[in-house]
Nanobody, 116 residues
């Protein structure tokens, strides 16, 4: 079993920054893709950014130029640097990790609230 622990969420004013982290532990042979998703009240969960084991990155159009995803393979950790935050970024952010067995795992979620 793999456990994901998220941290870094909080309350910030529009234009501010936050840095999220997600650390994986447990029965890990190899982590493949890692990513961040978010779910706002009354909306479906949506992709924010993903990064492969070798550094290939994909962003949602809504966050391009503002968010940066990165990973530290030695620490089994993925990060999301969020700059120029907007009220519409308010959501619960979830870490997602795919391991080599073909199984995915979700973090517990961390709340990001951006005030106007």
């Amino acid at each position: 079993q793999v456990q994901l622990v998220e941290s870094g969420g909080g309350l910030v004013q529009a234009g501010g920054s936050l840095r999220l982290s997600c650390a994986a532990s447990g029965s890990i042979f190899r982590i493949d893709n890692m990513g961040w998703y978010r779910q706002a009240p009354g909306k479906q969960r949506e992709l924010v950014a993903t990064i492969t084991r070798f550094g290939t990155i994909n962003y949602a159009d809504s966050v391009k130029g503002r968010f940066t995803i990165s990973r530290d393979n030695a620490k089994n950790t993925v990060y999301l640097q969020m700059n120029s935050l907007k009220p519409e970024d308010t959501a619960i952010y979830y870490c997602n990790v795919w391991v080599s067995t073909g199984t995915s795992y979700w973090g517990q979620g961390t709340q990001v609230t951006v005030s106007s």
